[in-house]
């Protein structure tokens, strides 16, 4: 590797007097920015400089600079004395040398082979529909979880507003570190033919399988993208709703950052909310849908959508009907792998045909109402 594309990561104590209050991210970010410009007369923040998380009960945090800047970065944060009128000491606890994270469009995904230590969000669920359902769950995950793991829980309404989530997103972060892996499961249906449907049930499932997914995804992409310099965490997001165009995009704006995107297509689940939903669905809809096979087990949903995230793979898809279905629909795509490549490029036209007879059945199904 050419001289000068090291990256180094410093881990920093700050020791200072009589500040107000408890030291937080915010002002080790800002105590960063201006040492350095202060001392180095910099105009604005330096772009080599990544700022990483920073404890206050330890009152240690970190940062990731280039080889070239490592001698004045360091002298910087030591000779800063003074922070707004309060004395203070910067101490350069450890060094290490990292790999940087190559920003091209060839960068690949590298499969999780463990998720020991990585900071896991999951939203939604049949099992989190109050407080106390979600106090159960968690204890029985602290059961059955190997030891040093940390469960944390959270009751709150995702579908409210963009500021309550992103205060949330803030808290989750502060207890427990930035988010690794995100996966939203927050959704819902509301099946009815289109003139029973009500305005407020559009509102509704826009706001559910879209906005909260969109909002919580943009919150979890700033530490997520900040940390992009340490590959020591190869991070992920997962969508179980229906949003194929927009998470082809985003997908495109998180490869260099090494954020790996997962879209599933859970089949009918058999959860509590499956069964309330299914109720309520109009018998036409259960027989386009349902057909001859039952319901997946939650377990087995849960494994092909962990598997499909630990791998990087773009398409998660559970059983015959959902690999054609991903196939077929393929189209823009990205794909982490060559096999894929070329199994959709043979398997698409013959794919087409098979198609064109499910759509004969459902039309079939739907002329006998």
């Keep these: 590797m050419p001289k000068g594309n090291l990256l180094y990561r410093l881990i920093v104590s700050v020791e200072i007097s009589s500040w107000p209050g408890q030291f937080s991210e915010d002002d080790f970010r800002t105590l960063v920015h201006t040492a350095i410009n202060s001392v180095l007369g910099l105009v604005g923040s330096l772009k080599g400089v990544y700022i990483g998380d920073y404890d206050p009960n330890k009152q240690e945090g970190w940062i990731v600079i280039k080889e070239k800047d490592l001698n004045s970065v360091w002298a910087a944060l030591c000779i800063y004395g003074s922070h707004f009128g309060y004395e203070l000491a910067i101490r350069v606890r450890k060094v290490f040398a990292i790999e940087p994270c190559p920003r091209s469009v060839l960068l690949r995904c590298r499969p999780i082979k463990d998720f020991a230590g990585y900071h896991v969000l999951i939203t939604g669920g049949s099992k989190a529909r109050n407080a106390q359902a979600l106090r159960r769950t968690a204890d029985e995950l602290r059961r059955t979880s190997k030891g040093g793991q940390k469960v944390f829980w959270y009751a709150e309404d995702l579908s409210e507003n963009w500021h ?179 199994v959709q490029a043979f398997a698409i036209g013959p794919l087409r045909l098979v198609g064109l007879f499910y759509l004969l059945k459902f039309n079939f199904t739907v002329s006998k109402k």
């Excluded at 988010?179 to 029973?196: K, T």
Aim: aromatic fraction near 6%; hydrophobic fraction near 40%.
């Design 164 to 342: 309550q989530i992103s205060e949330l997103v803030r808290r989750i972060e502060i207890e427990g570190g930035p988010v690794d892996v995100l996966i939203n499961n927050v959704g819902g249906a509301v099946q009815a033919p289109l003139e029973d449907l009500k305005e407020e049930d559009f509102l509704n499932q826009i706001k559910l399988n879209y906005m909260t997914a969109a909002c919580i995804s943009k919150n979890v992409l700033i530490s997520m993208k900040r940390n992009s310099s340490e590959r020591l965490r190869h991070r992920r997001i997962c969508f179980l709703s229906s949003q194929a165009g927009q998470i082809e995009a985003l997908q495109m704006e998180c490869r260099p950052h090494n954020v790996w995107i997962t879209i599933a297509y859970p089949p009918h689940t058999d959860t509590e909310g499956f069964v309330e939903e299914w109720n309520l669905t109009p018998e036409l809809t259960k027989q386009i849908t349902a057909g001859e096979t039952p319901p997946m087990k939650p377990a087995d949903v849960a494994r092909h959508i962990i598997d499909s995230v630990a791998k990087g793979e773009f398409n998660c898809h559970m059983g015959m009907e959902g690999w054609m279905l991903s196939t077929v629909c393929a189209g823009m795509s990205p794909v982490n792998n060559w096999l894929d490549v070329v």
